[in-house]
């Protein structure tokens, strides 16, 4: 399907294909393109038809192919199979396939879609009719231990469908929506934000129940649903549409994809993997990424595929660059002397733009602006053909500058310079509007007022580019060797992985001894031996030649930019100043000290890690006690820290797991708001239960009480707290209290970020770059992070993400040098008057006073400038400019938006 072109989906569906087998998807490559259902196909089942061929313009379908067997020789494999969405047609409750207002969470994410069936408005099948009342039902095919469902707990769906709920309430404000869930499982990055946000949205219901669906009403097409609740018992109701909330199975073929490659996999059917390396398989020399190793979501599945990739580097460095051929462009026009001739390409985007803006309409303005000599729209601009087309264009109308309106220059802007630079013109000759985000998403239901808003933008990106100007990046040397700063798990993995491949790495750590929190964790949830790992972990380090280790130590002062940092180290009494390329931060998180439950006042009330140190040590106070009682969420999930620490649920089962092996008879009650063993987590959870621990639900509003009481001369501990079941309060007496107490940041996080020059998040973990796309980076190119700095974790993605990191500094290290962007400020020493307001206000450190004949001046070092603006916005007289933003460049984009504007108040006038 290399020739398909982008089309629309209504041509071959609808139009040509008699058995309906030729269906449009996305892909990474071409972002719509056609693909041939086998099973519905006339020719690949009975030769008898081959329209498809015949009517194809682009030879994209060629039945006269065959099959061929091709042998590559490769000293690594990584297998990302991925995997399959669970098909609730094998759970006949659900009603799907039978009723056809049930749709599972996948076909309402094709709703959702602007190129899905109905260009993004949300229909029911049934009659075309927009649906006012949803419901989601949570967990189909997952935690469930029957005949067609997964024990294991699918990881992503509750977050994908209060995301759907979201968008869902975007699209029809007065939507009624209702998810139907067991335990709400918002343990990621921001997530409890994510779901008190869709919480919150009127018209929003979440019910803590099981349900199932009963019957279909076979005039309207409502589905009734059956459910309970705590207070008025077992209730029917009816909804417009009913989404299958559905998890995740392994990929198809995963038993002979296992025989094939000769590795083992779980009991799920998932690959199996040593939690201390969650990148490798039974068999050395293959890795794994993605949801192969179980469900997990995107930036999980990102920094999984880094790492498998760094794992491979380890064993293929040898072979670095001994394949790579340099991407080559043909020489650079000179087109500063001549009239602008601008080319204004508008983008569909699919259905994203073309449903709201009317494109031909944006064309047709734009080609009445001046200097614009050529326009067209595009269906997918960013498309590998759209790309291709305006480079020809660029060389057959003799454009010298290029506008594209399309959607955010942050995720396209770099490949629409790069067909300037294949048409030969300089890529700062490019100028993008954004008519997607700022236009035709904010603006869905206002078409006419959209499309003159996009028009507005397009005149505006027009006179910005007829005064662009070109510049030239330069390359900047890279120093081979990494620092990493931190000396725990993930800071030590990071390093012995850039080490094996041939760097030198400086891994700093503020305590005596490596190790981190990691030295105060004794087994895992799976029941390995944490303090063996880490001992061998730790002697790796050591032992290896290019790792030069400094404990107890103290970063003063970090400069330089990336490839070219200089970082000044205080240790034993002594300063050294180490020079790398590249930092990681792995600096981990801190426990929080709790000063609720008689915590710090009773020494029966510890923390859960308190707990697990004395399961290891075997101390007869804990082991022997007839009555324990775990409270989850201590310290989190609050105003103060509103997020969760996603470990605490699978420690606390640990702990207690642990506690029954040794003590059978003792009484363990695990308090909590919501149980989050994700993954296959879920199976402990299950086997505590099935173990007599018994788990208590409680809500933020009324939390469990506390307090020392003597009774019969022995001193207990009451915990009381309500059971919404029993609708009592209950009280229950423990001999120890374990509190599950959040993991909150490092104490000197906000320290290291200042001196690298990089965010948080409001929660004051470290800000990664993207939290999908760019899981392991800084905005602040050259600095990557990993472990429990980025966020809570547990051992084996802490590793995982580690890896990831170790794989984005070798993309950087492996590399002689680094390219830097020509928008940088340069200083008119003629206006300038010495004043220095420019200097304190540049966070990068570019700009410094020097002293001349005509007295001091203000010099910015275009390598350590990152064109942010701040200094030209400061200075008095003008004798700043950021290039690629002049002054020019700015007032004409202002000058057209104004006489937009004058223009529409002319328009009210003449019509008042």
């Known amino acids: ?449 959209a499309t003159e808003k996009a028009k507005d933008l397009i005149r505006m990106s027009v006179a910005r580019a007829r005064h662009l100007e070109p510049l030239q990046e330069f390359e900047l040397p890279v120093n081979k060797a990494a620092l990493v700063v931190g000396g725990g798990i993930a800071g030590m993995t990071t390093a012995l992985s850039i080490a094996e491949q041939g760097h030198e790495v400086y891994l700093v750590e503020k305590a005596p001894e490596l190790g981190g929190l990691a030295r105060r964790i004794h087994h895992t949830l799976e029941g390995l031996d944490v303090q063996a790992y880490l001992r061998d972990l730790i002697n790796k380090v050591y032992r290896h030649p290019l790792i030069h280790v400094y404990t107890g130590a103290v970063i003063t002062d970090a400069t330089g930019y990336v490839g070219n940092f200089t970082t000044r180290v205080e240790f034993s009494g002594r300063v050294v100043e180490i020079k790398h390329g590249a930092v990681v931060i792995a600096i981990g998180a801190d426990v929080y000290t709790p000063d609720e439950y008689l915590y710090g006042e009773d020494d029966r009330v510890m923390t859960h890690l308190e707990l697990d140190e004395k399961i290891s040590q075997g101390d007869e106070k804990v082991t022997g006690a007839q009555s324990l009682v775990m409270i989850q969420c201590v310290g989190c999930r609050n105003e103060d820290r509103n997020y969760c620490s996603r470990v605490c649920c699978s420690e606390s089962i640990k702990n207690a797991l642990k506690l029954k092996e040794i003590n059978p008879e003792m009484d363990i009650y695990i308090l909590f708001r919501d149980i989050r063993t994700y993954g296959f987590k879920e199976d402990y959870y299950r086997e505590a239960a099935g173990k007599e621990i018994r788990f208590i639900r409680y809500e933020a509003e009324e939390k469990p009480q506390v307090e020392a009481v003597t009774e019969g001369g022995k001193s207990i501990l009451r915990v009381t707290l309500p059971d919404y079941v029993l609708g009592k309060k209950l009280e229950i007496d423990a001999d120890i209290i374990s509190l599950a107490a959040a993991v909150i940041p490092a104490a000197d996080t906000k320290e290291i970020a200042g001196l690298f020059k990089v965010t948080l998040n409001p929660d004051g973990f470290f800000k990664e770059a993207h939290a999908k796309l760019r899981p392991v980076e800084f905005g602040t190119d050259g600095v990557y992070l990993c472990g429990t700095a980025h966020y809570p974790k547990f051992i084996s993605e802490t590793i995982s993400q580690a890896y990831g990191a170790a794989g984005r500094v070798l993309t950087l290290l492996s590399h002689d040098t680094v390219i830097a962007s020509g928008s940088v400020c340069e200083v008119d020493e003629k206006k300038c008057m010495g004043c220095g307001a420019c200097a304190p206000v540049c966070e990068y450190g570019a700009i410094e006073l020097r002293e001349t004949r005509q007295g001091k001046k203000a010099m910015v070092n275009p390598v350590l400038c990152k064109g942010d603006g701040l200094c030209n916005a400061m200075c008095p007289t003008g004798a700043i400019q950021l290039k690629h933003f002049t002054d020019e460049e700015l007032l004409s984009t202002i000058d057209a938006a104004v006489a937009i504007e004058e223009e529409s108040m002319q328009k009210v006038d003449a019509a008042v």
């Open 1 to 449: 399907m290399e020739h398909c072109p982008v089309v629309y989906p209504d041509v071959f569906n609808q139009e040509i294909s008699k058995n309906k087998a030729i269906h449009i998807y996305f892909s990474q490559a071409v972002p719509l393109i056609s693909y041939i259902d086998e099973n519905s196909c006339l020719y690949l089942n009975n030769k008898t038809c081959t329209i498809c061929e015949g009517v194809c313009q682009n030879e994209a379908i060629d039945f006269s192919q065959t099959a061929e067997k091709i042998k590559i020789k490769v000293g690594a494999i990584v297998l990302s199979p991925g995997m399959e969405p669970f098909d609730p047609r094998l759970r006949e409750d659900y009603g799907y396939g039978k009723y056809k207002n049930v749709v599972t969470s996948m076909d309402y994410e094709r709703l959702l879609s602007s190129t899905g069936p109905y260009e993004g408005e949300i229909l029911r099948s049934s009659d075309l009719k927009h649906p006012k009342k949803i419901a989601w039902i949570q967990c189909v095919g997952s935690r469930q231990v029957i005949t067609g469902g997964n024990s294991y707990c699918s990881a992503v769906c509750c977050t994908y469908t209060q995301k759907q709920v979201i968008l869902t309430k975007d699209h029809e404000p007065d939507a009624e929506c209702t998810v139907f869930h067991n335990d709400i499982r918002s343990y990621g990055k921001d997530f409890e934000r994510f779901f008190e946000r869709a919480e919150n949205l009127p018209g929003v219901r979440f019910i803590r129940s099981y349900v199932s669906v009963t019957k279909e009403d076979p005039e309207t097409g409502n589905v009734t649903v059956r459910y309970s609740t705590t207070d008025d018992g077992v209730k029917e109701e009816e909804f417009d549409m009913v989404v299958l909330s559905v998890g995740l199975n392994p990929p198809a073929g995963y038993a002979e994809l296992a025989s094939k490659f000769g590795i083992e996999l779980n009991a799920h059917g998932f690959c199996q993997v040593d939690p201390f390396n969650p990148i490798e398989t039974s068999r050395p020399g293959i890795f794994i990424s993605g949801a192969f190793q179980g469900p997990v979501d995107i930036p999980e599945s990102v920094f999984s595929a880094s790492g498998a990739g760094s794992q491979c580097g380890e064993l293929l460095d040898y072979r670095r660059g001994m394949l790579a051929v340099e991407k080559e462009y043909p020489p650079e026009m000179d087109v500063s002397g001549e009239e602008p001739r601008i080319g204004v390409f508008v983008c569909h985007c699919g259905a994203n733009i073309g449903r709201v803006v009317d494109v031909p309409s944006a064309v047709e303005y734009a080609l009445s602006l001046p200097n614009v000599v050529y326009a067209q729209e595009q269906l997918f601009s960013c498309a590998t053909n759209c790309a291709q087309e305006i480079t020809e264009m660029i060389k057959e109308k003799g454009l010298n500058r290029v506008v594209v309106a399309a959607c955010t220059p942050r995720t396209h802007e770099p490949t629409f310079r790069a067909t300037l630079k294949e048409a030969g013109l300089n890529q700062y000759y490019f100028e993008m509007a954004n008519i997607r985000e700022h236009c035709s998403w904010v603006h869905s239901k206002e078409k006419e007022a």
